[in-house]
């Protein structure tokens, strides 16, 4: 048997700053705009929803922001992050290739999310918030976020789309653990959630539907906020620590990455791994392969069109411009929860619509396959969202079989399946179908974009 | 906030032997016994059900047993495990002792049976075994056993105990997601299987029933043998990797701790973190308080006889003097399924006995109500096993307050709590009960012990 190895890094080299993918841009990306006047939106804009420093980051193009001490020291519980290499999976595929990842389920929450999550706390603590409102799918980042409330003394609310809430309740056991309160959205906690059950009790509530009521609910009061979890800069920013600590510990392995393979769903995690390698080729150093690795029911990347588009279903953010299937597309309910959104972060469609990123799209028994040789080789269950990345790596590694190169490849394995489970044993009892999305809505979708004037 | 601190190792400390208590004894334990002839057993006897090398720990009395290097490459993955000083926990406590823990839920399979499974699994695929047989209640064992029966190309075969099987499909998810199979116990595939369920196909099983179809699998044919969880000497050897590790990290932390907490089930999460610590004192270093804690539901350290007994319910095992509350005695269903054994690992029982030892007993949701306190505080959501370790300290803890010294706690993390958010969300929802034994049927189980003459 093959021996794996981890490579760890000392806690005085976490890395003291974000990289801001923003100051290496060849484009600058385009305007955010207000809903209603289709005017770009300025800071003041954004101040109901998160506090000033965040929107500071959000619309800065410095290469480099601090990450705050009180972060770094609750980073410390488990950062740096363990970068492998999968020599066990090299065996198991036999290919010349050699194959690292960096693997983020170590955080209490069992995924990346917690990167940002953290941070976010903070400020909002720093700037004398109370209480954070957010909307959660499957729960991976309503559990993140509840865990950073835990820990700066902040109330949490989250929103649940109903249907996961009723289907995962270990993660709402998970969240009540951490102290957060999550509801089943639609709820009868705001005026929007009130409406829709006046009109259908029993409906199962939608992301957007979320998005709304948590948003409702942060603007009322002065001592809230909202927290979203992906998409927005500030957020990709964040996740840039995993890339950043790769990077040493690549060096450390004396190996460079030719290929970087990670998931989208909004982006983020994808982001963390590749935007510091990245700004390192737009500031001249080496090209390298960088593979976005999407759900084939939910192909925002692949089948959407870059086109100005709202955040959420009920039209209440601002217009950003980025590849959607439309804001009223609704992905079928395959289990990687965490990539069912129907746009991608504005920063990785730009670079995508750039060419610095390639994009592909697995169906799902594919990545659980792929994931499962993962589990039997390396020893890590990984999640629904991570399989996919999987897949893109050892895709790549087969490739590089076929054609007898021994490229260095590179992916993030973003969080572990320990929650779930009930998608592996839909896999192993045959009960796990290759969803396809509806062509027809799509193209209805599609065709309902707003129209913003160029 | 106050910063919590992580204490790592460098992978060349990690320990290159395991610690044998036997060798430090003051009285050597006593012989285990043929269950026919009531005469001691020698190795041969253990032949059919473990391969040389394992019988030959089990009665071995040398100090020191090194790690095979295979072995300690796997461990490589998530070993040395981390030390945590649990900063926050003391604020939120308000206590001025120092409390440290080891997490062992940092292994793939989210607990420390894996420091077991893999020497098991190594050892005999060393031998030339292809397949190894263990039942498993909720699943912790046969999950780790399938991890390492992945690594190492063994087929594992699993007899879950019915009731189980059915209640935790996750747990079975991953065993089979690493290639093993699991089965419901009772089975068809086993003579003892198919007996009970000629007469009741509904029956919800039994550990025992388990044990019994796993050893007659086992015996069948040359190329199986039997593996074991806890209980047994060589498992608790095994587990000593983690108290030889917290050592040099509270070496490296500066401090020396003056209470050592452990939960017990069957006694080798306790042990590992226990025992090097014992062995130094009883080589005539400093004494410690040493704590097991247990559930009050199933107390075997608090309420059992020590007595020779038999491991199983089904009285296939050889007879072990230990603490027991008699191999009929059936606990209640709570939460922590992983400490429902009705009996002690000799070697605890022995150091109990000895008076070298502390036990005390706690009842489910005074663990739980600590294990929400720990997770709010420390951001790690601890197994309902766990959870009674965290009680156990954090009572020494507001001893300490009520006493106003500073001493310093450490106690061992075993688990995480992902697969068993079920009974969080219980506890949450009031549907957790402390539950009671049977006083007549433990009364009559204790009176049902084997007559073994002095």
Not at 204 to 213: F, N
Request: glycine share 10%; hydrophobic share 40%.
């Amino acid at each position: 048997m093959s021996e794996q190895i981890k490579y760890l890094l000392d806690e005085a080299d976490m890395p003291k700053d974000w990289y801001n993918l923003a100051a290496d841009l060849p484009v600058p990306l385009p305007a955010v705009l207000h809903p209603g006047t289709l005017q770009p939106v300025g800071p003041a804009d954004l101040a109901p929803l998160f506090p000033d420093s965040l929107i500071m980051q959000e619309v800065s193009t410095e290469r480099h922001i601090e990450i705050p001490d009180a972060v770094r020291r609750v980073f410390r519980q488990w950062r740096p992050a363990p970068l492998y290499r999968a020599r066990r999976l090299e065996e198991a595929l036999g290919t010349p290739a050699r194959i690292y990842y960096k693997y983020e389920g170590v955080s209490p929450a069992g995924s990346h999310k917690p990167n940002t999550a953290i941070p976010q706390a903070f400020y909002n603590m720093e700037a004398g918030i109370k209480r954070l409102t957010t909307e959660t799918g499957a729960g991976q980042w309503g559990t993140s976020l509840a865990f950073a409330g835990a820990l700066f003394g902040l109330e949490i609310q989250v929103f649940q789309v109903r249907v996961s809430y009723n289907q995962k309740p270990y993660r709402r056991a998970v969240m009540e653990t951490y102290g957060a309160s999550c509801v089943a959205s639609p709820s009868s906690l705001t005026e929007s959630g009130r409406a829709i059950l006046a009109k259908n009790p029993d409906h199962p509530g939608s992301l957007g539907i979320a998005i709304s009521e948590a948003v409702e609910l942060a603007v009322q009061r002065d001592d809230t906020k909202y927290a979203l979890g992906s998409v927005l800069n500030h957020v990709l920013l964040h996740q840039t620590i995993i890339g950043l600590e790769a990077m040493k510990q690549l060096e450390i392995a004396g190996d460079d990455p030719d290929v970087i393979v990670g998931c989208t769903g909004g982006g983020s995690n994808f982001a963390g791994i590749a935007f510091p390698f990245l700004g390192q080729q737009l500031r001249g150093g080496r090209t390298r392969r960088i593979v976005a690795v999407e759900p084939a029911a939910c192909p925002s990347l692949t089948r959407g069109k870059y086109a100005y588009d709202f955040g959420d279903t009920a039209h209440l953010t601002p217009l950003t411009k980025m590849h959607t299937l439309g804001s009223t597309f609704t992905p079928p309910g395959f289990h990687a929860g965490g990539l069912r959104y129907h746009g991608m972060a504005p920063m990785v469609s730009h670079i995508k619509e750039l060419g610095l990123i390639e994009a592909v799209a697995y169906h799902q028994t594919q990545c659980f396959e792929a994931g499962v040789t993962f589990a039997r080789a390396e020893g890590i269950v990984p999640a629904p969202e991570a399989n996919h990345a999987v897949k893109g790596a050892i895709e790549e590694a087969l490739r590089c079989k076929r054609e007898g190169r021994s490229e260095v490849i590179l992916f993030n394995l973003c969080g572990h399946g320990h929650f779930d489970m009930a998608a592996y044993t839909d896999y192993f009892s045959n009960r796990l179908a290759d969803l396809e999305y509806d062509e027809a809505e799509l193209a209805m979708a599609l065709a309902g974009l707003p129209s913003v004037p160029d």
